[in-house]
């Protein structure tokens, strides 16, 4: 047979995930020769070999890539004649406009795993072993194509063994470009709050560690995606020293286990669960409690009864975790309000007042990200937080071929979304934008994505209301850039992720779209939050929405669930919670309500109101804590005999103070709050089986941050399954605002234009 050259091109996640190798290792057990080199777009492999051999080589490739890789599409062709005297890996070009998904970071996988636990191992110990299939990627990046002299390990110069393995087809770390040992890589200390070191031997520190945390004290230690803050989870004094020492009074901490075994021994694990915690991703993930525990659970998540569970992401975790054997608190090492803390300097700085020792490295984190949090509902995923292991990437070929686009997303539970090629990078939450900190972190992070892709935007997005800090960024670039600047209703944007997520665009169905959550500036000036949307012919209507009630005292109405019980109440009934106010704060808000001319159609707040008039919260300590309580209440409860607070009831608008008037005339009756509880989000979720039929919609897309919740999902999955409905809800983003800045995207690509 005549030899051909022949060119593949193969696109997706396919660098910094061992695919170079791979591919050399099977062109030498097939005896081809050629080259293979990352470029721009991905991988690009050139062979000269015969026609029946190239379409082995690819069908093997396409059917059992790297086990971390993802292959989106790919390119085979027949090209000029070359001659190759064997097969090499040739180095990435230099000075490319990138067009590639950006690598996640990895959780550390299980042959390195048994590789830090074994004495005869050269790595024994090495808190920082990776390979080709695990380890940092995107957190220590600077530039792409992914090389080791584009990352934080660029100053690392790897020694003669680690170099050997390097050039060593047959070694699995053949082409690692994060490869490092004992001897030539990341250097562990370990240092007491008052800046004293203590040890730099990395055996040492970690039993050192160990010992500290059972002896009840705080660690802050640095993994390769930022500071986590650790304790003994076991210890209820040292939980509650962290939580004053945090700030951080009544939100739950996520808990670190050695192994899923240990996980078992606490909780009851679907398949699913245990999937996603053994991942790549590895997640904290949300977990129903057991009766018995060894862990501390009423202080951990109190009046709660889920725990976020999560195992070790990185090597130095998983060494720490096999010296203390007891599951610890782990959680985001910052100060409260302010993003996590990569730094050495900053951490020791600004947090010795909650840690009593530092275990630092000195490997530089470019992208800082915390840590994602997933749960399962009905069998499937919903994200509540995408950060470690999913960000920056959203893999997806629905997009339109423009770029040069930055969507700024939202103010709380920021992120931004970029088209600076033919991808979508969605960027890692950060927090809430009203934190000099976050706002600092988000606007450095946009100009350091920007410099990976030498992408200067042409249009900006913003959301409609105008004081959020993400437009007000917006609005700066804009005018530096001379870019177009495009203002996108914070409603319509959330509709429009979850039309983008399942690409309803074309859909030739009218899409019933449901947008719930605590705050949005609406076209008519009310804050918005309870909407009802119909989409078809590329056009968003709004159709309904819940009933308007006042706005009272601005931010203070969301932290305090009182509040808007009290602008939900009809006067008459007033005067039966004045109780929860003290009298000056009864007669402010009341005066307010006869002047105010702001209103809302909030079911975030409708969820507070329901929260206190069952006495369960009346002033939140964390955002959302309220809706979460309510939640737990009605999960508790036996759901046998509920009540629709709307049956029998037509209605154009859903009536938000019929409800509230249903449910405090039942709990006046001496019905149990648990059942209650149920029977309201069993009535909001009727609502939208109601409205869905009303318009005609076989097709229901929900987002919004209330559509987190656990219990209204499940009703509405049976619900819709029962009414032959399609539902559709955001699964590969969070329904809250994370989701924003890709729902501004997909409205301006898919309605605006």
């Not at 191992?121 to 194509?145: L, S």
């Not at 699913?272 to 991703?281: A, C, G, K, N, Y």
């Not at 919260?617 to 809706?627: G, H, L, Q, S, V």
Request: aromatic share 10%; proline share 3%.
């Amino acid at each position: 047979m005549s030899a051909k050259t022949f060119k593949i091109q193969i696109k997706g996640r396919v660098q910094g995930v061992g695919f170079r190798p791979f591919v050399f290792k099977l062109a030498q057990q097939l005896n081809i020769n050629g080259c293979v080199s990352n470029d721009a777009e991905g991988v690009i492999v050139k062979m000269t070999t015969s026609t029946e051999k190239a379409i082995i080589f690819l069908e093997t490739v396409l059917k059992n890539p790297p086990p971390v890789s993802i292959i989106s599409n790919h390119k085979f062709e027949e090209v000029s004649t070359q001659t190759f005297k064997d097969f090499s890996i040739v180095a990435s070009a230099t000075n490319q406009k990138i067009n590639i998904p950006l690598t996640p970071d990895f959780a550390i996988c299980n042959e390195c795993k048994k590789e830090i636990k074994d004495v005869e191992n050269r790595r024994y110990g090495y808190p920082f072993t990776t390979c080709v299939n695990c380890g940092p990627r995107y957190a220590i990046t600077t530039r792409f194509p992914f090389e080791r002299v584009h990352t934080s390990l660029s100053n690392f110069e790897m020694c003669t063994t680690c170099e050997t393995e390097y050039k060593d087809p047959s070694n699995r770390r053949f082409h690692s470009q994060t490869n490092g040992c004992n001897d030539c890589g990341i250097r562990l200390e370990l240092v007491e709050a008052d800046d004293s070191k203590v040890t730099i031997d990395k055996q040492k520190i970690l039993q050192k560690t160990a010992e500290l945390i059972a002896e009840g004290r705080i660690i802050a230690i640095k993994n390769t995606n930022g500071y986590v803050l650790c304790c003994d989870a076991t210890n209820p004094e040292v939980i509650e020293q962290l939580r004053q020492k945090k700030k951080r009074p009544n939100k739950a901490f996520a808990v670190l286990y050695d192994t899923i075994e240990s996980v078992q021994k606490d909780f009851q694990l679907t398949g699913q669960e245990e999937e996603l915690l053994t991942s790549t991703v590895a997640p904290i993930v949300i977990l129903e409690n057991t009766k018995e525990t060894r862990i501390a659970t009423k202080i951990i998540a109190p009046s709660l009864n889920q725990t976020g569970v999560l195992l070790p992401s990185s090597s130095l975790l998983e060494l720490l975790m096999d010296v203390v054997k007891s599951p610890i608190v782990c959680t985001s090492g910052n100060i409260h309000g302010s993003p996590i803390i990569s730094e050495n300097e900053v951490a020791q700085s600004e947090l010795r007042e909650i840690a009593d020792y530092f275990v630092h490295h000195n490997l530089p984190i470019q992208f800082p990200q915390d840590d994602s949090v997933v749960k399962i509902v009905e069998g499937k995923e919903i994200i509540l937080r995408r950060s470690r292991g999913y960000a920056p990437n959203y893999l997806t070929d629905y997009i339109q071929n423009t770029s040069g686009i930055l969507a700024m997303g939202a103010h709380l539970k920021s992120t931004f979304s970029l088209v600076p090629n033919a991808h979508i990078y969605v960027s890692q939450y950060f927090g809430n934008l009203n934190s000099y900190d976050v706002s600092e972190r988000y606007e450095k992070t946009i100009n350091q994505q920007l410099n990976v892709f030498n992408c200067m935007p042409k249009t900006v997005l913003i959301d409609a209301h105008p004081t959020y800090q993400s437009s007000i960024i917006g609005n700066k670039l804009a005018r530096k850039w001379n870019a177009e600047l495009v203002e996108i209703q914070h409603h319509k944007a959330h509709f429009a992720s979850v039309l983008g997520e399942y690409e309803l665009f074309d859909s030739e169905e009218r899409v019933l779209g449901v947008v719930w959550d605590g705050t949005g500036y609406g076209d008519d000036n009310a804050i918005w939050g309870g909407e009802f949307f119909t989409y078809e012919n590329h056009k968003i209507e709004r159709v309904s929405h819940f009933e308007y009630y006042d706005w009272l005292a601005n931010d203070k109405m969301a932290q305090e669930p009182r509040i808007a019980l009290l602008s939900l109440l009809e006067e008459k009934n007033r005067c039966y919670i004045k109780d929860k106010f003290s009298e000056i704060e009864f007669d402010l808000y009341t005066k307010l309500l006869r002047t105010n001319s702001l209103k809302t159609s909030s079911v975030g707040r409708l969820f507070d109101a329901v929260t206190s008039a069952l006495d369960i919260k009346d002033i939140n300590t964390f955002e959302a804590e309220a809706p979460m309580l309510l939640e737990n209440s009605a999960m508790t409860y036996s759901k046998s005999y509920y009540i629709d607070f709307l049956y029998n009831v037509d209605y154009d608008i859903v009536p938000s103070k019929l409800i509230i008037e249903a449910l405090v005339k039942a709990y006046g009756k001496g019905f149990c709050k648990e059942r209650l509880a149920y029977s309201f989000i069993y009535t909001l979720a009727k609502s939208v089986i109601k409205l869905s039929q009303k318009y005609n919609a076989t097709v229901v897309a929900c987002s919004g941050g209330v559509f987190q919740n656990s219990l209204l999902i499940s009703i509405l999955e049976k619900m819709t399954s029962i009414e032959n409905i399609d539902l559709k809800i955001n699964r590969k983003l969070s329904a809250n605002d994370e989701n924003i800045s890709f729902g501004q995207l997909m409205y301006y690509q898919h309605i605006k234009n």
